[in-house]
């Protein structure tokens, strides 16, 4: 069952992103299958990203991100730093980056704001 606001599944669909809505127990997951990661950066070309929409949500931030399969920085050959603690989500694995959201606008964020900041954290992980 869609639990999306349709001001995200917009966004989504005019920027042609792919991309599944899961429930899991009480917890509602969005799936961005084969996300491209940044170039030479990790162990993987790309991954899948899950962002949870916590009760509330869109006035009420998603916070961390999640990663399947587990990705490594190429260089060091080691998780990136706050990216080392598993998550069970819909029967997988999932690795969880520990990136705090506390610049959230209500009314003005959505879906956008979250993905632009996996973007983020994904380029700059050390």
């Known amino acids: 069952m869609p639990f999306l606001p349709s001001r995200d599944r917009e966004y989504l669909e005019s920027k042609g992103f792919v991309y599944q809505e899961i429930v899991d127990g009480s917890q509602k997951g969005l799936i961005f299958p084969a996300f491209r990661l940044p ?3 990790y162990d993987v070309l790309q991954a899948d990203v899950l962002i949870l929409l916590p009760a509330g949500y869109p006035d009420t931030p998603p916070d961390m ?7 490594k ?7 990136p ?9 819909n029967g997988a694995s999932w690795q969880r980056w520990s990136r705090h959201n506390n610049e959230w606008r209500s009314g003005v964020d959505g879906i956008w704001t ?5 973007e983020h954290a994904l380029e700059v992980a050390a």
Do not use: E, H, I, T
């Open 81 to 89: 730093k706050a990216a080392d603690q598993r998550f069970a989500f």
């Open 114 to 118: 979250m993905l632009k900041r996996v």
């Open 65 to 71: 991100f999640y990663l399947q399969p587990w990705v």
């Open 73 to 79: 920085l190429a260089a060091q050959s080691r998780y």
């Open 39 to 41: 170039a030479n950066k």
